[in-house]
């Protein structure tokens, strides 16, 4: 079983940056891929960026590509998303998300691939 407790949202100017943290329970965090995917009001949960088991292996989605950045510390069992050039269109929940990976490379861009999710947190980007 995996508890994750997101933090680290909040409001911010348009061109301004956020830092967003996951906070992973579970001896085995080393062996999971890690995801941030984004809810909007009205609008699908989307997907926004993965992690494999090291900062080797990173996916985003094309529309943060370039100003998001995912990272994982396993000494920690923590995974970051620092979005910078923030964009009105990025307000959302932001939900982090854990799943065992079959390797080191793996990653789903899919919710219906993971099995573990945190609360959620706001992230506001005013114009």
């Known amino acids: 079983q995996v508890q994750l407790v997101e933090s680290g949202g909040g409001l911010v100017q348009a061109g301004g940056s956020l830092r967003l943290s996951c906070a992973a329970s579970g001896r085995t965090f080393s062996n999971y891929a890690m995801a941030w995917f984004r809810q909007a009001p009205g609008k699908e949960r989307e997907f926004v960026a993965a992690i494999g088991w090291s900062d080797e292996y990173t996916y985003y989605a094309d529309s943060v590509k370039g100003r998001f950045t995912i990272s994982r510390d396993n000494a920690k069992n923590t995974v970051s998303l620092q979005m910078n050039s923030l964009e009105p269109e990025d307000t959302a929940i932001y939900y982090c998300?854990?799943?065992?990976?079959?390797?080191?490379?793996?990653?789903?861009?899919?919710?219906?691939?993971?099995?573990?999710w945190g609360q959620g947190t706001q992230a506001t980007v005013s114009s």
């Open positions: 998300a854990a799943r065992r990976g079959y390797d080191r490379k793996y990653y789903s861009g899919s919710s219906k691939d993971y099995d573990y």
